[in-house]
């Protein structure tokens, strides 16, 4: 794998839009770039911004609970995708590389100090495109990046089951979310609920399994998270991580499935602040 440069940056209208529409779709978007940045602690001067990135058929209320565990210097910032919530009138975007241009023109007024990034599951491989566009548009890179539960770069087409999950009949779609965890048990029992949220479940796994990553390595330190029982993503899949980055850092596997962190950020968040700031690099 090569590593990641920083040339000069390029415009934007050759991005690929959703569903792979022409890049003018994603102005729409941009519009609204700003509600998918929640700061739920505005902090006056922070010493070091974190943003995090919610895994497929989720929002950014996964992590509601652990702004409290960071330091008090420290803003979080939890990343909204299209398609739920406050941007619920917006298609989601079912391309990673869309995905991350959209947030790195959402965090770009946001990159003047020391900061960094995690994403658990589809929002490792958003975090993981995300590191690579800032780097093609010669913006500040991020000191450090935390991949959770995500299938390295080398591997992303390998499949955890023989079907798509994103083509899966209703029933048996419902099923497998329940096995997987994560998501509140009336968004799989009542059907009213599901038929709201089924086709933005449908487009994120799409997004996921559909994930075909550039060969390179990121020049940032990345750490290593996941559940040690997670019948997604295995610890082989997990730890070739380290072939995707110049500056391999900790590896970090819990008791638990594919949401070990569930009621669990006391213990997770202290972990993450600590390889931040051990193998973080000042970012320019």
């Known amino acids: 794998m090569e590593a990641v440069g920083h040339p000069e940056r ?11 529409q022409p890049g003018e779709v994603l102005g729409a ?4 770039r700003a509600l998918s940045v929640v700061i739920p602690r505005p902090v006056a001067d922070p010493a070091m911004r974190i943003f995090l990135l919610h895994h497929a058929a989720g929002s950014h209320r996964v992590f509601a609970d652990w702004v409290q ?10 990343l909204e995708a299209p398609g739920r919530r406050r941007l619920s009138g917006l ?17 770009t007024p946001s990159l003047d100090r020391p900061y960094a990034l995690f994403g658990h599951s589809m929002g490792a491989a958003v975090a993981y495109e995300l590191t690579y566009k800032l780097a093609e548009l010669g913006a500040r890179m991020p000191s450090w990046l935390g991949v959770s539960a995500c299938r390295a770069p080398l591997l992303a087409a390998e499949s955890w089951r023989g079907r798509p999950v994103h083509s899966l009949p209703d029933v048996e779609l419902r099923t497998v979310l329940a096995e997987m965890g994560g998501m509140p048990e009336r968004a799989l029992s009542d059907d009213d609920v599901w038929r709201r949220i089924a ?11 559909g994930w075909r990553p550039r060969v390179a390595r990121v020049p940032v330190g990345l750490s290593l998270f996941g559940g040690a029982d997670d019948p997604v993503v295995s610890p082989r899949q997990l730890v070739a991580w380290s072939e995707a980055t110049t500056r391999p850092a900790g590896r ?6 594919h949401f070990y962190f569930l009621g669990r950020a006391g213990e997770i968040v202290p972990r993450l602040v600590s390889e931040a700031r051990r193998y973080g690099a000042p970012s320019r």
């Not at 390029?10 to 792979?20: D, I, K, Q, V, Y």
């Open 69 to 78: 565990h960071f330091p008090v210097d420290w803003e979080v910032c939890l």
């Open 91 to 107: 298609p989601a975007l079912q391309d990673a590389r869309a995905l991350a241009a959209y947030f790195a023109e959402a965090i």
């Open 199 to 209: 086709p933005r479940v449908r487009d994120d796994f799409r997004l996921a399994e």
């Open 29 to 32: 978007y941009f519009d609204q």
């Open 10 to 20: 390029p415009g934007l209208s050759g991005l690929p839009g959703p569903a792979g």
């Open 252 to 257: 970090h596997l819990y008791r638990g499935g």
